[in-house]
Each structure stands twice: as structure tokens, then as C-alpha cells.
């Protein structure tokens, strides 16, 4: 129910594709039905990315130049991005009605700036072409048999207050008729997650620290604007320096302090730790070990910070 799995229903569904571009989603297969499960509210971490305004794509047109940013699955990503790369995404947003823009570190938003916008565009799409959106329904247990895949769906609507999401193994009557099960020949399936943190958190962290460190408060919304802001930028210089200097004018005066690497680190550790919590329950609930993982693809700006890769 992430905006990967709405982009995947969506091109498995066909959309046709954007001007002189054949998409993935043109090759789809006529009839198909396509089905989105989402235990919550369909793109509700959607609308805490890019500090709310939803940083979709980087306007970096060399598959290789674009693959290269990213510290693990750069070969994964090399060949998707030679197929349907950032030139083609952009232009399938704005294609089908959603204006972008392009701001400093070729980092692309909505033209409107906000995150519910392309959280609503992609809802929209899905929707007009036939994909089923199910919120507060959880997939209970995935089963292979004879080349397809039997889902057990459990209603959580109808879940009263203090009920279960995964129904016991015996359930009582009452509790039968919340699931029901479905067959489909093809399932992705996104598990684990913390959709309370994100890259956000860690320049909010930054900048209280910076604030007490300097003796300043950031009581109006224009200077909270202004030391997250600073505080983005200097966590996003650590990644390649050993310090930065958070720096901004506040109604109470101008805050600049300095911050090393290793104080960064040591001040995020918490919210890696939490980071690593979600990855170690992916590799549980898919059965996997870690030395059986091939390949990770890091998406996001916290991903460049060395301490992220390295705990990954």
C-alpha cells in the first residue's frame, strides 16, 4: 500500500504509457485484475516524506550518474533506471496531471509542495483504472499452491476495539466471518516499516540540539522553518565531511554552532537503532537471513548518511 506498491498496481494495470515513452505499465495484459491490501490509511507515510512536501524523483537524466548515488543495489538500479529513469518519471507525472518542480540537488516536488497532492494523484490514478483500494484490511497468511498465491484477508473495520488483526488459529465464529481468502497469480508483498520516522526526524533532533547548544529558542514558524532548513543542510554535509556548521538568523539571534560527525552520530543513534528494528523484522517475516540478502536498495537522503549505510 506504499507508493512503490501503488506505482507497481498501477503499471500493472496499464496506463498507456507517456508520450513517445513506452512505460512498463504499457505491457500490461488486458483483464487483469489488480488488488491493493493496506492494514491502514493507503499513502499515509506518503505524506511525511520530504519534510511534507513529498520529494518524488531527482532530475539526474545518467542512468549511471543517478545509480551511483545510491550506496547499495546500484546494479538493480542501473537497469530499471536504463528502462524507465528519472526523464521518464517526470514526465509521467506531469503527463497525467501532476505539475512538478526541480529544486536545489536536482531534488523534484510537487509544484504545489504538497505530499497530499501526489498521495491524492496516485489514489486517483489507481482508482480509473480499475485497481481495487482496500484500506484497514490485513493480508493473515500467504499461501503458494499449484502457481498461485491463496491470501487469508482479515477486515479490521470489522475488528472490534481491542480485537486481534491476525485472527487465532482457532477463531470463533464471529471472528470467521472477518476473513476471507482470495487467489491471485502474482503477490508483492511490503512488510515491516516505521512510518514515524523519518529523515525529518533526524533534522528535527539536530536542530533542538543546535537551539540548546546555542542558547536560542525558534518560538515563530518562520525560525522553525529556518533551523530545520539549516539543520537539513548540515546533516547532508556530514555525509561527506568530518563537520558542518549549522547556521541560520533567528528572531533571538543568529544561531551557529558546530557540529562533528561523531556528535551526529552519537545524537542519532536512537532513531538507527530504530531503523535497524524494521529491517530485522523485513528478514523475519520473509524468512530470509541476512547473509541470504543479494542486494539492498537504499532510498532517500538519510540513506547517504555513513553511519546509516554502514549499520545497514
Known amino acids: 500500500g506504499g507508493p512503490s ?13 507517456t508520450k513517445g515513452v513506452r512505460s512498463p505499465s504499457a505491457r500490461a495484459q488486458p483483464g487483469i485484475e489488480v488488488v491493493i491490501f493496506d492494514r491502514g490509511a493507503p499513502l499515509a507515510t506518503l505524506l511525511r516524506t520530504g519534510g511534507g512536501r513529498c520529494n518524488l524523483s531527482n532530475a539526474t537524466f545518467d542512468p549511471r550518474e543517478l545509480a551511483a548515488a545510491y550506496p547499495r543495489g546500484g546494479k538493480f538500479l542501473l537497469s530499471a533506471y536504463a528502462r524507465f529513469g528519472a526523464k521518464q518519471t517526470m514526465a509521467w507525472f506531469e503527463e497525467h496531471g501532476l505539475p512538478l518542480a526541480v529544486e536545489a540537488g536536482s531534488r523534484v516536488f510537487p509544484e504545489s509542495r504538497r505530499a497530499s497532492d501526489v498521495r491524492d494523484f496516485l489514489l486517483a490514478m489507481a482508482r480509473s483504472r480499475g485497481v481495487r483500494v482496500l484500506a484497514r484490511h490485513a493480508v493473515a497468511r500467504v499461501v503458494r499452491r499449484s502457481g498461485s498465491f491463496q491470501l487469508t484477508i482479515v477486515d479490521l473495520a470489522a475488528v472490534p476495539t481491542g480485537g486481534r488483526a491476525r485472527p487465532p488459529r482457532s477463531p470463533a465464529p464471529d471472528d470467521a466471518s472477518r476473513e476471507r481468502e482470495e487467489t491471485f497469480d502474482a503477490v508483492i508483498l511490503a512488510t515491516g516499516g516505521d512510518s514515524a520516522l523519518g529523515g525529518d526526524d533526524f533534522d528535527a533532533l539536530l536542530a533542538d540540539w543546535a537551539l540548546q547548544r546555542g542558547g536560542l529558542t525558534a518560538d515563530t514558524p518562520q525560525d522553525k522553518r529556518a533551523v530545520l532548513a539549516a539543520a537539513r543542510a548540515a546533516k547532508e554535509k556530514l555525509s561527506s565531511a568530518d563537520h558542518a556548521t549549522l547556521a541560520c538568523p533567528l528572531a533571538g539571534g543568529e544561531l551557529q554552532v558546530r557540529v562533528t560527525r561523531d556528535e551526529f552520530v552519537a545524537l542519532t543513534e536512537p532513531l538507527v537503532a530504530r531503523t535497524l528494528a524494521a529491517v530485522r523484522k523485513v528478514l523475519r517475516d520473509a524468512k530470509v537471513g541476512a547473509a ?9 537522503g538519510s540513506t547517504r548518511m555513513p553511519r546509516v549505510q554502514a549499520a545497514v
Request: no cysteine.
Open 5 to 17: 506498491g501503488f506505482m507497481a498496481a498501477i503499471a500493472a494495470a496499464g496506463d498507456g504509457g
Open 292 to 300: 541470504e540478502v543479494q542486494g539492498v536498495v537504499m532510498v532517500g
